[in-house]
């Protein structure tokens, strides 16, 4: 993944982490999550764990943490 990505994207567990410019195998991996809802499902749960990483009360903690 995009190093900018890579803190929201972890390839397998909430996403697929495909090489910059590779049609091929960004195709290839629509193309599995379009036949897998299991996996969809679990991605999407687990994209809201590490969403909920970067929310306003955790980010204001560690804001707080940092300042005081």
């Known amino acids: 993944c995009h ?3 890579s803190k929201l994207v972890v390839n397998e567990y909430n996403g ?3 090489e910059e410019s590779n049609e091929d195998e960004f195709v290839n991996k629509c193309l599995l999550l379009s036949n897998d809802y299991e996996k969809i499902n679990r991605f999407g749960k687990n994209s809201i764990e ?3 990483k970067y929310s306003p009360e955790n980010i204001l903690e560690i804001w ?3 300042i005081f």
């Open 50 to 52: 590490i969403a909920n």
């Open 64 to 66: 707080e943490k940092i």
């Open 3 to 5: 190093n900018g990505i």
């Open 16 to 18: 697929f982490c495909v």
